[in-house]
């Protein structure tokens, strides 16, 4: 029997849908699981195993976390961690990109390749390294090492992300206004960067949940517990011998949160700066 | 006040010279065009005056002083740049106030010269609006709003109205001619097309690889171009070249085509110029569409046989008030722009007059006019 164009593409169609189903299942399926288990006690956990409905909805667990398990303090520092090291890094990247994108000068090219180049380091070679050497500085154990640390981490994929946005704001802009009298710092800042907001916004988004998700670099540089991030805090909530899983997992949950809220309320951008570059 | 003098200006990038030791002397109030083909140097040339370039040799004055070290803020200029380069982000009124606000005018000065400048231009209802909520030509009116408010001593534009519909650009044509007699400003402006050139410049430099070919007013430049590239870059159709020789017959001089046809040259123009040093050499005979005549029809001057030559119609096209014949004649094409009377079909054969008043023969080796 001939199918129509019609109904082949209706059947093509499904298929997809089913296969997209499927992979969004498998997808939530932790993500469901570990709701479950938040909203239930630890001895219901214990009798029931981890897939069952729980007798009773609970909302301590997620109190405990927060006041018991210091995930207020966590969360707060992951704020004092991200926000610094996102603000430090779009600005001076912006800073790099406007550089690399509008002038002409020797060793431009090589310049930029450097900060490409740092983008593609795998980081796990540098733990220790970075590790020594922030000893070395002092900074280890501080708010600042790590701060620190993060900002010149994403600064290389900031910068290219930048600079090939920025190329393509025509260069007459800036001309017009050296003509009109500013400055080329205001240039920068004035006609520049407000250009940049989408590329900005989007790159921020990123960043904020690199950032604010980092484990690793808290747990290297990190030693205190009032000083880590939510991440490395989480796991201070694993005891030797025995884990509060229901608590552990509504601490999970609440330290997702803001990356969600962030990119519910940036999402547009963010989209925007996956394709960004690839079309008029 | 706001002379603009260019001494022996020499634009290099890497080894090529885009601009060629230029001198020249921009008169006060005047509205100067350069013109020439992309890659001539003229965008260049003006990058250079703005201070947009840095001169390689040789030196700019506006004014009475040398710019050559003067960042474009501090030279007094301002310029309109051929994609407008409106500030996307910010309305039109603060696109034509950034300047002024730099400048730090106070706020009254900076509110009553935009509100001027938007009356002039007719764009006082737009200042509320960003760029990308106007039109083309709305766009360049802001551009121009965003010099005028800054009251230079100079006006630089860059192929200011290349990117308008064919339409606009003729009404904006005008407009830009009004808006200078208005503010009597020294404008330099660029462009490649010749009717532009023609229509607004006072005076026209026509550059062709970094190189000044003549500076003349248009009527001057049109009538007598100095060699052949002027004479085929200004005026549309261009003006027809066709190989020949010069040949003397006992005291008579004459333009040989090589068989195809024979000119005699006026007597007033063999004693003025030195036709007889060119007898039996190569040289090109120039002559413009309006001057090739259709026979047929009476003009002030008469059709002999020495002022006329044979060719058969190959194209027609009526273009209302008049009609443009492509002829050919043997090896040699030309373009003859008749009276709309004229009966000339396809195919024919017909005989075609030559004013000799207006015609031009170049040396063929240096292509420089001889008259």
């Not at chain 1, 969600?260 to 309320?265: D, L, N, W």
Request: aromatic content about 10%; overall charge negative; hydrophobic content about 45%.
């Amino acid at each position: 029997m001939e199918l129509t164009i019609k109904q082949k593409k209706k059947i093509r169609r499904a298929a997809i849908f089913t296969a997209l189903l499927l992979f969004v299942l498998v997808w939530l399926l932790p993500v469901f699981g570990a709701l479950l288990t938040s909203f239930r006690t630890m001895d219901d956990l214990m009798n029931n195993g981890f897939w069952r409905m729980p007798e009773k909805i609970t909302f301590k667990n997620f109190g405990t976390a927060w006041s018991e398990g210091r995930l207020n303090r966590y969360l707060l520092n992951s704020f004092i961690i991200t926000i610094p090291s996102l603000i430090g890094t779009l600005a001076l990247s912006s800073m790099v990109g406007f550089a690399l994108a509008k002038y002409k000068f020797k060793g431009n090219m090589a310049l930029y390749l450097m900060f490409v180049a740092g983008m593609l380091i795998p980081f796990q070679i540098l733990l220790i390294p970075v590790f020594k050497l922030s000893n070395e500085l002092g900074i280890y154990n501080s708010y600042w090492g790590l701060i620190m640390i993060h900002l010149v981490f994403q600064m290389g994929f900031c910068s290219f992300f930048l600079r090939n946005y920025m190329i393509t704001i025509p260069d007459e802009l800036s001309e017009a206004a050296r003509i009109d009298g500013a400055s080329e710092f205001r240039i920068f800042y004035q006609i520049y960067l407000p250009l940049s907001k989408p590329a900005l916004a989007a790159l921020g988004t990123l960043e904020f949940t690199w950032i604010f998700n980092d484990y690793i670099w808290a747990l290297v540089l990190l030693r205190d517990d009032k000083l880590k991030p939510v991440t490395a805090g989480l796991a201070t909530l694993k005891g030797n011998f025995i884990t509060s899983w229901s608590v552990l997992v509504a601490g999970a949950i609440l330290a997702t949160l803001p990356t969600i809220f962030v990119f519910i309320f940036l999402q547009k951008y963010f989209i925007k700066g996956l394709t960004m570059g690839s079309g008029k | 006040m706001a002379n603009v003098t260019l001494k022996n200006v020499t634009k290099k990038f890497g080894d090529f010279v885009a601009v060629d030791s230029q001198n020249l002397e921009i008169i006060d109030k005047e509205f100067l065009v350069l013109v020439g083909p992309s890659g001539c140097g003229k965008s260049t040339t003006l990058r250079m005056v703005a201070g947009l370039e840095e001169i390689t040799e040789g030196t700019i004055e506006i004014g009475d002083k040398v710019v050559n070290d003067v960042p474009p803020k501090d030279r007094d200029i301002a310029m309109v740049f051929q994609n407008y380069a409106l500030y996307p982000h910010m309305n039109v009124y603060d696109n034509m106030a950034f300047g002024l606000k730099l400048r730090k005018f106070p706020k009254e000065e900076i509110e009553r010269r935009v509100n001027d400048a938007a009356d002039i231009l007719g764009i006082q209802p737009l200042l509320d609006r960003k760029p990308k909520q106007l039109s083309g030509g709305q766009r360049q009116r802001v551009a121009l709003g965003r010099a005028i408010v800054r009251e230079p001593k100079v006006f630089l534009m860059d192929e200011p109205l290349s990117n308008l519909d064919a339409k606009l650009r003729v009404q904006m044509r005008t407009e830009l001619s009004k808006l200078h007699d208005r503010l009597q400003t020294t404008v330099i402006y660029v462009t490649h097309d010749q009717t532009e050139a023609m229509t607004m410049g006072d005076r026209i430099v026509v550059l062709r690889d970094g190189v000044i070919q003549q500076v003349a007013d248009p009527l001057s430049l049109y009538n007598e171009p100095k060699n052949v590239f002027v004479a085929g870059f200004i005026g549309s159709p261009a003006m027809n070249f066709l190989d020949a020789k010069i040949v003397q017959e006992g005291d008579e001089y004459y333009i040989d085509g090589h068989g195809t046809f024979k000119i005699k040259i006026p007597e007033d123009k063999i004693e003025k110029y030195s036709v007889k040093d060119y007898v039996d050499k190569e040289v090109i005979f120039g002559v413009r569409p309006e001057d090739v005549v259709d026979a047929n029809i009476t003009h002030d001057f008469d059709v002999t046989d020495y002022n006329s030559f044979v060719a058969e119609v190959e194209v027609v096209e009526p273009m209302g008030s008049e009609i443009y014949l492509y002829l050919a004649e043997k090896d040699h094409q030309m373009i003859a722009r008749v009276e709309a009377e004229s009966k000339a079909q396809v195919g024919d054969n017909i005989t075609l007059g030559i004013d000799l008043r207006k015609i031009h023969i170049f040396d063929a080796e240096t292509e420089e006019v001889i008259f």
